[in-house]
């Protein structure tokens, strides 16, 4: 099947517009759509695409469409509204991180209008969404994959085809809860090191080179202890991904007792206020 060059892009927020900037550069002819009106227009004025007003109008004659939204009622609500614009044989990638059961639904509903349709969330924050080089995890039919494999591999440096469609969610919510409890601890040691009177900086040296050691000491640690809480990854999104791996498991009559006191912790700062800052202030909750 001929490449992919005509992508409608939907959620500009903040992993979606460094990503669908990096299909601009890569030379994806590219219509966007995301809910503020002006800031799709900001996009397409900097990258030389099309501002859409509509989902169903960005997917206009677009090949693929590729969601980047918060969940599963906002992929349902995108991806349903382009079908008809898409048409047969044209390919829905959802980049979003959703439970497993819902991307498997969506993905039949899809089926039933003729219309492809792949997972592929991503991992690695903002950092990673701007230089291109995000972990994907696709699941989904394996034409599927490799018709979208250009668009992955300009935003991605790690892609792995999990399997079929739901593993490449599943496959996100476990590491997502396993970043999530790893943070929650790094934020008991931020509180001790800081009534202990030790120096921050020399242990988040020695840390970075002990069993403790970890992505997310090196990209939450300095924050916390700055109390930085500027959003790479919001809170909120990162309690629903626990959320979401907790019930993926409890169907599966797994127990995941850590990730039971992350959730805990992470609810507790997003009553506080906290979450639509970094999931590093996890570290609220545990102060």
């Not at 490799?146 to 399997?163: D, S, Y």
């Not at 020399?202 to 069993?211: K, M, Q, T």
């Amino acid at each position: 099947m001929a490449r992919i060059e005509r992508v409608a892009f939907c959620g500009l927020g903040i992993m979606g517009s460094p990503m669908a900037a990096n299909l601009a550069r890569a030379g994806f002819e590219l219509s966007v759509w995301t809910r503020t009106a002006q800031k799709a227009e900001r996009f397409a004025a900097e990258h030389g695409a099309r501002a859409a007003a509509t989902p169903a109008e960005a997917a206009e004659g677009a090949e693929a469409t590729i969601t980047m939204v918060p969940d599963a009622p906002e992929v349902e609500s995108v991806l349903f509204a382009a079908a008809p614009a898409l048409g047969e044989g044209a390919l829905a990638i959802d980049m979003s991180t959703i439970a497993p059961t819902a991307a498997r639904a969506i993905g039949q509903r899809l089926e039933q209008d003729g219309i492809d349709f792949l997972e592929g969330p991503v991992s690695g924050s903002r950092p990673k969404a701007e230089d291109g080089t995000l972990t994907i995890m696709a699941g989904g039919e394996d034409a599927a994959f490799e018709r979208a494999l250009p668009l992955f591999e300009a935003m991605g440096e790690r892609i792995v085809h999990v399997g079929p469609r739901g593993h490449g969610q599943l496959a996100k919510l476990l590491t997502n809860t396993m970043g999530a409890v790893n943070a929650a601890a790094l934020a008991e040691s931020v509180v001790v090191v800081k009534k202990a009177g030790l120096n921050p900086e020399a242990f988040l040296e020695v840390a970075a080179g002990s069993a403790g050691g970890s992505t997310v000491l090196g990209l939450k640690g300095g924050p916390m202890f700055e109390r930085d809480f500027g959003p790479l990854f919001k809170l909120d999104h990162m309690l629903k991904d626990v959320r979401h791996c907790l019930a993926e498991a409890r169907a599966l009559g797994v127990e995941l007792r850590l990730g039971t006191v992350a959730e805990t912790l992470y609810a507790r700062a997003a009553e506080a206020g906290h979450g639509e800052e970094d999931f590093a202030a996890v570290l609220t909750a545990v102060e």
